[in-house]
């Protein structure tokens, strides 16, 4: 099992910036690919961002590409994003994810790979 929980959330004007962080306990953090996922109201979980366990490998959805940085520390067992130049279309609740793997340059875009998630935090962004 992992543990994670999410933190960093809340509401900014368009333009400006937030750190989401998620701390993670219990099993091995660093055999897990991870990834950034959000819900907006009405809309089905979609993919933002993705690493490997070793952190080499990282993955964005178009939407995010160049705004929005994940990264991780495998010694503190914390993922983190830094998201810039947010937009009302962000707005949504931000959910981490664990997904176990051997392969230290995995990672995936797919919810259903992953087995562990947060209970998420709020974004909001006024425009």
């Known amino acids: 099992q992992v543990q994670l929980v999410e933190s960093g959330g809340g509401l900014v004007r368009a333009g400006n910036s937030l750190r989401l962080s998620c701390a993670a306990s219990?099993?091995?953090?660093?055999?897990?690919?991870m990834g950034w996922f959000r819900q907006a109201p009405g809309k089905e979980r979609e993919f933002v961002a993705a690493i490997s366990w070793s952190g080499g490998v990282t993955y964005y959805a178009d939407s995010v590409k160049d705004r929005f940085t994940i990264s991780r520390d495998n010694a503190k067992n914390t993922l983190d994003l830094q998201m810039n130049s947010l937009k009302p279309e962000d707005t949504a609740v931000y959910y981490c994810?664990?997904?176990?793997?051997?392969?230290?340059?995995?990672?995936?875009?797919?919810?259903?790979?992953?087995?562990?998630w947060g209970q998420g935090t709020q974004v909001t962004v006024s425009s």
């Open positions: 994810a664990a997904a176990p793997t051997v392969n230290p340059r995995y990672y995936s875009s797919n919810l259903r790979t992953y087995d562990y």
């Open positions: 219990g099993r091995t953090f660093s055999r897990h690919a």
